[in-house]
């Protein structure tokens, strides 16, 4: 299985750059079919599934980045949601368990009530990255613009400083 981002009008090196350009607002993944003859809530698919959660997971506990962290977990709760969806369909875990194990379908109805807790704590963990992104991450990186600026004026007053002394006020123009 393999997930695509964007929809009709937009090609992929624009989502990116999307993606790039503004950590707010994120390019929502949304998978492909699951490919010919596999059911999306079939064990195959789900199975893929996880592994591609698990890779997406494994780049977003590393990243220390603000700014790549906010479209990974843009991404991660769109994944999480079409995954769940996948899981909870008629012909997904819980079929799978009703045929093969019923007396555990009770743990079933708890990863289901899980998966809404997830999902929830994955968007929570988005809008607090957005605040951190608009509010005391913008100030600071405000302030670190604002001060580069500065000293870029300051270096260029210094240049001219230097240059008046020494080809105006030393002669060594002349």
Not at 82 to 99: I, P, Y
């Amino acid at each position: 299985m393999t997930f695509q981002t964007g929809g009709a009008g937009t090609s992929a090196p624009d989502e990116v750059q999307a993606m790039e350009s503004d950590p707010l607002h994120p390019v929502r993944p949304q998978a492909a079919p699951a490919g010919e003859g596999v059911s999306p809530g079939s064990s195959a698919a789900i199975a893929e599934e996880h592994r591609v959660l698990r890779e997406l997971l494994g780049r977003i506990t590393a990243t220390r980045d603000l700014g790549a962290l906010l479209p990974q977990l843009g991404e991660l709760e769109g994944l999480l949601a079409f995954h769940f969806a996948h899981e909870e369909e008629a012909d997904g875990l819980h079929a799978v368990v009703a045929d093969s194990a019923p007396d555990r379908l009770p743990e079933v109805q708890r990863l289901f009530d899980e998966h809404r807790e997830i999902a929830r704590r994955v968007m929570e963990l988005r809008e607090r990255a957005e605040e951190l992104w608009r509010g005391p991450l913008a100030e600071v990186l405000e302030g670190v613009a604002e001060l580069a600026d500065r000293l870029h004026r300051h270096e260029a007053a210094e240049g001219d400083l230097l240059a008046g002394a020494l080809y105006d006020d030393l002669g060594i123009g002349s």
